[in-house]
């Protein structure tokens, strides 16, 4: 079946520190990929999506993520964490008309 | 734009007890779906629909039905509660065309069964 991994589900940084949160999905071509952010005691809000044939693709507040065919990766990142990106945040495939999450990675900001 | 609408926002029910959730989006999508939210587990599909008169079951369907009459609305009845069911519940929807359209979600509706 298609899924997706999100390896870490708690990830902690330092403000203003590099933001690295990992997705690998199982091999399928192509892949329909998805970050969402949820914040606490709200709904998901969409990050960004992957656009085909697009390596780097730049997502709102600043977030973007690299594409790697030959690790099967989706990984997110932002180069400076802001205390307002204290959030859970989740990896989604879409495939045979059906989105599945990641088990999502909830990241807290250290002040 | 109202977008995607959940109602209620909070319920709460005696196990053994029948509800609805409703959804209703008014963006003419015809791709709409149900999850669930429970901690450590990101969100199960419950059940979709690609379009008025077309549902089909997700990964979790069991204790739950859906039907879609219209485009606009998608209702998921409970028929008959019961604990496993306390959760938060998302509905979502979608454009039909490119498989990267994203979905537009509701903002949940917070489920206890006691």
């Known amino acids: 079946a298609q899924s997706v991994t999100q390896l870490g589900s708690h990830v902690s940084v330092s403000e203003g520190a590099l933001v690295l949160l990992r997705c690998n999905y199982s091999?399928?071509?192509?892949?329909?990929l998805f970050w969402y952010v949820q914040y606490p005691n709200q709904g998901l809000q969409l990050l960004l999506k992957y656009t085909t044939g697009a390596t780097l693709v730049k997502g709102i507040n600043g977030f973007e993520a690299e594409f790697k065919k030959s690790e099967t990766s989706f990984h997110l990142t932002k180069p400076s964490a802001h205390m307002s990106d204290a959030a859970e945040y989740f990896c989604?495939?879409?495939?045979?008309?059906?989105?599945?999450f990641g088990t999502g990675t909830r990241l807290t900001i250290i002040p | 734009n109202a977008g995607v609408t959940q109602t209620p926002k909070f319920q709460v029910l005696k196990t053994g007890q029948s509800m609805t959730l409703q959804c209703a989006q008014d963006?003419?999508?015809?791709?709409m779906s149900w999850y669930r939210q429970d901690p450590g587990m990101g969100l199960r599909l419950i059940h979709y629909s690609v379009g008025a008169g077309i549902t089909d079951q997700g990964e979790v369907p069991n204790g739950y039905n859906v039907s879609r009459s219209t485009t606009e609305d998608f209702p998921l009845r409970l028929l008959s509660a019961a604990p496993s069911q306390t959760s938060v519940y998302f509905c979502g929807s979608r454009a039909p065309r490119g498989d990267n359209s994203p979905l537009h979600f509701g903002n949940g509706t917070r489920l206890t069964v006691t």
């Open positions: 091999s399928s071509v192509p892949p329909y």
């Open positions: 989604v495939r879409f495939g045979n008309e059906k989105l599945t």
């Open positions: 963006m003419n999508h015809e791709y």
